[in-house]
């Protein structure tokens, strides 16, 4: 059974402060995502990952950093949080190829994030 | 700008029909286009997709119409029931897949 987990599961930061979430997946997949969902705006992509050791900026990576130490594990930081950064977060892991099933998504159960 | 757009933000139908729940795009080169469903307190599931060489998919009660002309598509949920009551996000990639661009999503509400 494809596994994506996340930690912590939610957390109170204060603004300026750094923040960790963290994902791990037991998928043996190359790719790794985070998004952040914000109501009325769907998923958007903060950072991705294909390989470890590597991340790809998404479409929303300002103010955030990614970290990919190994294949099994994905990082996002937020060195300076701020009040907009409060949100959900979700971490997906998915295979590399593009042959029929590959292209799915497998998402964790999400990380609540309320900065005050 | 908003590369995958679903029209409604919220629907309600009454159990047993059917709920019909609509996604545009703006990117010719989206080939592939997967539906998702998030229950509260849960990440995203694939529900079902479709690749942009068929018009038509259908899995169980689940059904996705697409326009390729028109670059939209719909989601069909046929005998609707309470336990389908979710949020449903359209997505849409080009090819390799890698990276997805989702819709805001549609939050449906089926009543007893």
């Known amino acids: 059974e494809a596994a994506v987990t996340q930690s912590p599961r939610s957390k109170v930061a204060v603004t300026g402060g750094k923040v960790t979430l963290s994902c791990h997946q037991t998928?043996?997949?190359?790719?790794m995502y985070w998004y952040r969902q914000d109501t009325g705006h769907g998923l958007r992509l903060i950072h991705y990952?294909?390989?470890?050791?590597?991340?790809e900026k998404g479409d929303i990576p300002d103010g955030y950093k990614a970290s990919r130490p190994s294949q099994e594990n994905f990082s996002l930081i937020l060195e300076l949080a701020s009040l907009s950064q409060t949100a959900v977060y979700f971490c997906?892991?998915?295979?590399?190829?593009?042959?029929?099933?590959?292209?799915?998504?497998?998402f964790g159960p999400g990380t609540r994030l309320l900065v005050l | 700008q908003q590369q995958v757009r679903q029209s409604s933000q919220s629907l309600t139908v009454w159990e047993g029909e059917t709920a019909i729940l609509n996604c545009s795009y703006e990117?010719?080169?989206?080939?592939?286009f997967p539906w998702y469903q998030q229950f509260p307190g849960e990440g995203p599931a694939l529900l079902i997709a479709?690749?942009?060489?068929?018009d038509k998919k259908e899995d169980g009660r689940f059904t996705i119409f697409f326009n390729k002309r028109e670059k939209n598509l719909s989601l069909h949920i046929k005998d609707s029931q309470p336990g389908d009551s979710a949020t449903y996000f359209c997505?849409?990639?080009?090819?390799?897949?890698?990276?997805?661009?989702f819709g805001s999503g549609t939050r449906l509400l089926v009543s007893p």
């Open positions: 997906a892991s998915r295979p590399t190829g593009g042959e029929v099933g590959q292209d799915t998504q497998y």
């Open positions: 998928n043996n997949h190359d790719y």
């Open positions: 990952s294909y390989v470890a050791d590597s991340t």
């Open positions: 990117n010719s080169a989206f080939d592939y």
């Open positions: 479709i690749r942009s060489v068929s």
């Open positions: 997505a849409a990639s080009g090819p390799g897949g890698y990276k997805v661009v």
